[in-house]
T-cell receptor, first 115, second 115 residues
Framework: AQSVTQLDSQVPVFEEAPVELRCNYS??????LFWYVQYPNQGLQLLLK??????LVKGINGFEAEFNKSQTSFHLRKPSVHISDTAEYFC?????????????FGSGTRLSIRP | DAGVIQSPRHEVTEMGQEVTLRCKPI?????LFWYRQTMMRGLELLIY????????DSGMPEDRFSAKMPNASFSTLKIQPSEPRDSAVYFC?????????????FGPGTRLLVL
């Protein structure tokens, strides 16, 4: 069965510093991977997704993620964060291409940016 | 486009009362999802509709929960009777179709507190 683990519940960083949010998954078949962002008092918004092809995926707001099959990871990175990036970030995985109802979300990582 | 619309944004009710949450998906989207978010359990899918038909309701916690989609532009999630453990943020999301490659667009959520 598929599962997704976000090792860090909170990540504090200084403004303009780089950040990496970690995500590992478990699956016995091919997977589809996602990162979502949730700003305070809002719904989730898709940052980026890996369906196939290049393992380096670029998303919105300067974020990117790299799919590493051997390490079963899909870490999210940004070279320089802004105060506006303060939010909760969710990694998600799906083994099914046909139904989005099979997407499993991680527990989330709260990114706090210090000026 | 106005995005996914949910109402009410906040609901406070007493144990035993009926609660109805409403969702208007993005026009033209034929897939609709209801999620529940809590600190303990994270983000969980409750039910998924495709073309107004419930496809996957395996996440509905128990008979107290019911969901309907009478037409392509409206869905409800009802809890009767409500219990304190139902307190959570309930999100509605829609997508063009139910495939994992399609982006899900989330509404702002309904924050429910059952006293």
């Amino acid at each position: 069965a598929q599962s997704v683990t976000q090792l860090d519940s909170q990540v504090p960083v200084f403004e303009e510093a780089p950040v990496e949010l970690r995500c590992n998954y478990s699956s016995s078949v091919s997977v589809y991977l996602f990162w979502y962002v949730q700003y305070p008092n809002q719904g989730l918004q898709l940052l980026l997704k890996y369906l196939s092809g290049s393992t380096l995926v670029k998303g919105i707001n300067g974020f990117e993620a790299e799919f590493n099959k051997s390490q079963t990871s899909f870490h999210l990175r940004k070279p320089s964060v802004h105060i506006s990036d303060t939010a909760e970030y969710f990694c998600a995985v799906s083994e099914s291409a046909s139904s989005a109802s099979k997407i499993i979300f991680g527990s989330g990582t709260r990114l706090s940016i210090r000026p | 486009d106005a995005g996914v619309i949910q109402s009410p944004r906040h609901e406070v009710t007493e144990m035993g009362q009926e609660v109805t949450l409403r969702c208007k998906p993005i026009s033209g989207h034929n897939s609709l999802f209801w999620y529940r978010q809590t600190m303990m359990r994270g983000l969980e899918l409750l039910i998924y509709f495709n073309n107004n038909v419930p496809i996957d309701d395996s996440g509905m916690p128990e008979d107290r929960f019911s969901a309907k989609m009478p037409n392509a532009s409206f869905s409800t999630l009802k809890i009767q009777p409500s219990e304190p453990r139902d307190s959570a943020v309930y999100f509605c999301a829609s997508s063009l179709d139910g495939g994992v490659q399609e982006t899900q667009y989330f509404g702002p959520g309904t924050r429910l507190l059952v006293l």
